[in-house]
T-cell receptor, first 112, second 113 residues
């Protein structure tokens, strides 16, 4: 119940295409869903986050779509660029905890 | 503002040796965390601390010990290193309260021979 399942493990997209990464969870107590971006040799950094009171959140080319009934959320990267090549982690948390539960990560490569 | 810093950046140990990884944050955050990152396994929580003088076990605590004697520092110790502890270690911190961003350090790459 504590797991967050992330797919795919790796993704190759052409420049200008749409990258989609999916996550699924079981624990209905989760109420905070951040996405972290990690470049090679660096620590992860917060990219965008959503609370379940909205079904979508957009920041620039990055959008989180949230489906509460299906217990799924996804990251969409529009107009993908080579500079977006990184590893992306979804995560989940809830208000009463100190911890985030991370997915296993998706390595994205955007071809020029 | 340096954020979260980790020392050292790289280390090679022989099996059975001990070492301490240091994490420091200058954001006055209450919560601090140690993760390990292995290919295909994501970020796994080793230990965490919710305040000075307090620590708790995470998902994979065996073989590691931690201490938080000062609010800004969180130390991760390996008493007798094993090859299975070869990994990249990340420290993170965040402000007390729900839904606050977790800030990560740059990582320490540890190899145990």
């Amino acid at each position: 119940q504590q797991q967050v399942k992330q797919s795919p493990q790796s993704l190759i997209v052409q420049k200008g295409g749409i990258s989609i990464i999916n996550c699924a969870y079981e624990n209905t107590a989760f109420d905070y869903f951040p996405w972290y971006q990690q470049f090679p040799g660096k620590g992860p950094a917060l990219l965008i986050a959503i609370r379940p009171d909205v079904s979508e959140k957009k920041e620039g080319r990055f959008t989180i779509s949230f489906n509460k009934s299906a217990k799924q959320f996804s990251l969409h990267i529009m107009d993908s660029q080579p500079g977006d090549s990184a590893t992306y982690f979804c995560a989940a948390s809830w208000g009463g905890t100190y911890k985030y539960i991370f997915g296993t990560g998706t390595r994205l490569k955007v071809l020029a | 503002n340096a954020g979260v810093t980790q020392t050292p950046k790289f280390r090679v140990l022989k099996t059975g040796q001990s070492m301490t990884l240091l994490c420091a944050q200058d954001m006055n955050h209450e919560y601090m965390y140690w993760y390990r990152q292995d290919p295909g396994m994501g970020l796994r929580l080793i230990h965490y601390s919710v305040g000075e003088g307090t620590t708790a076990k995470g998902e994979v605590p065996d073989g590691y010990n931690v201490s938080r004697l000062k609010k800004q520092n969180f130390l991760l110790g390996l008493e007798s290193a094993a090859p299975s502890q070869t990994s990249v270690y990340f420290c993170a911190s965040r402000r007390q309260g729900a839904y606050n961003e977790q800030f990560f350090g740059p990582g320490t790459r540890l190899t145990v021979l």
